[in-house]
């Protein structure tokens, strides 16, 4: 392989940490994961980091010097400049850790560091459902509930990198609890936001007189997640299709301001909409026609992610690639 | 004076137009106004710019050949690259103008027409209290509410021209009306909102106890202006003191938005807010630090427009600058 010519993108979430190269990305050439466990601290997860590097590189007989960058991509906040991660919600005890410091004395080349909104932005921008646009949202609605934004064909981070916090903006003035706000778009829009608001749906569906899969996972003391919702609605569940529908037309109520304001062509959305499809975005798409201003309502494209469980992998990939 | 090298600037509102020479702006050589009166149509107006330009033109013994370009500001919705106005609401009866193709082919040179948010915001950014931003959005908060998007120093039109429509955006689910729609931020926060909430607030002083020198106005069946609220502010009166003080909060709101979603290092707000000021402004910055994200809410300026009554003039300008 010739010097310098190998990708390493370190895709870190608060399940599993992923470890990928690629020569040419999309398309990879090896990749190992790990579980994160960021109850032990960044510590071990750091090990196991530069081991897989090591490893893939070992594997195929390679020496260091093929690397021409690492890309670690990250929930934020983090210092991108300075390649710093500062305890995001769900690596909080990742303190101020500067891991593109540790892995550039490591490895001996770049690192770049970027939170995973952006890096999913640009991965679904550049090889995903978000191809040919100039100007594009990434949604990311996982545990919680971001954006990533393209203007003009390129990412916009803001003035200091916090730009598509959209999670963050209030939708009502009470509500289920998101990024540390009741009422939040995501709490009400995440599988955070599910967990919270399907109890209230199962005891709504008991006074009418439904029965709904979902009422054993309470009676057994279990949290409803966004999974088992996705999975009863599927098998028919009424409860669970309404609180995916409700969840839907509060999806379209956010992206509706997000088309006032920024008039993309198209929104991308990733995670649970790729599991919930039309049932989620249907609602969606019909809340933003209803809400939102004609010709920027009538223009703007609503799909799901395209790279699906690849996301993660291209995203950091592209963080190598300086995005 | 050299062969092409005179900028025409056109702004056109509701209630005047003006038309502006300028050699570099933002200084002008002359300027001349009149009313627009869009209850007769276009076609008075249209001949009056075009003798507006002409008398500008032979007042100082100056050829057609030496104008560079005329720039046309105008409120939305319009189809720039056509250069076409759509009957905008505030000028009606300007249905499908081609206004571009009718001052290129009078003067012989380029129209350039541009919505006058986005005119404004650049008119600002360059000239204004936007100088030396990267990422700044202007407000216009007059009879209605909008704005204009600066990225990475350039103006930010969106897929179609729409960016911007924030005034179109649901606050509350019922309310004031503004650009059609309950409870929208230019239902609550603009000229005409401030008219509608207005009567209420004059209601709940007089319960308390409270005389207003608002209550005057609707005493004799007139509306309530917002320059009847900030005069009345500026004598004392608590009445109108508090719907400035709710004003600025529900501003607060809608800025927290943009300051969550787009990070921005500068917020200029125009028209109401350069006569209302710090009464206006101060609660709505401190709305803007306990709702938005801090690192996002600290580096964020809100500050009024710096080019105060020649803002149209200078915007028009921009416009002829080619933005």
Redesign the interface.
């Known amino acids: 392989m010739a010097k310098r010519s190998l990708l390493i993108g370190v895709d870190i979430g608060g399940t599993k940490t992923a470890v990928i190269a690629s020569q040419k990305p999309p398309a990879t050439i090896d990749r190992m994961e790990f579980p994160t466990r960021p109850e032990r601290g960044a510590e071990p997860a750091l090990r196991l980091i530069k081991e897989g590097i090591n490893d893939l590189l070992s594997k195929r007989g390679l020496e260091r010097t093929t690397i021409r960058a690492i890309g670690v991509s990250c929930g934020g ?1 983090l210092d991108r400049i300075r390649g710093v991660i500062q305890a995001p919600p769900n690596l909080s005890t990742w303190v101020d850790i500067p891991i593109k410091a540790i892995l550039e004395e490591e490895f001996e080349t770049r690192c770049h560091v970027e939170n995973d909104a952006n890096a999913g932005a640009v991965a679904e921008h550049r090889f995903g459902a978000g191809r040919g646009c ?2 594009m949202i990434f949604i990311t609605m996982g545990t919680g509930f971001g ?1 990533g ?1 393209i ?2 064909g ?1 990412l ?11 999670g ?3 939708l009502t003035r009470s509500g289920p609890i998101g990024y540390y706000k009741a009422g939040s778009v995501e709490g009400w829009i995440s599988g955070g936001g599910i967990a919270q608001v399907a109890p209230l749906a199962v005891a709504t569906g008991r006074k009418r007189g439904e029965t709904t899969a979902l009422a054993e996972h309470l009676r057994h003391g279990k949290p409803i997640t966004a999974r088992d919702v996705a999975l009863a609605a599927r098998n028919g569940d009424a409860v669970a299709s309404r609180i995916i529908h409700s969840t839907g037309r509060r999806l379209g ?1 956010v992206l ?3 088309v ?6 198209r929104i991308v959305i990733g995670g649970l909409a790729i599991r919930l499809g039309d049932a989620l975005l249907g609602p969606a798409r019909k809340v933003i026609q209803g ?3 004609a ?2 309502a009538t ?2 494209e609503v799909v799901p992610a395209a790279l699906d469980e690849r996301i993660g992998d291209v995203a950091a990939l592209c963080v190598a690639m300086g995005l």
């Open positions: 906040p100039r100007n954006a934004i203007t003009e390129h916009y981070r803001g003035a200091n990198d916090m730009a598509g916090e959209i963050h903006v209030r109520q509706a301001i997000l006032d304001v920024l008039n993309p062509e809400e939102a201003l010709p920027s223009i703007c």
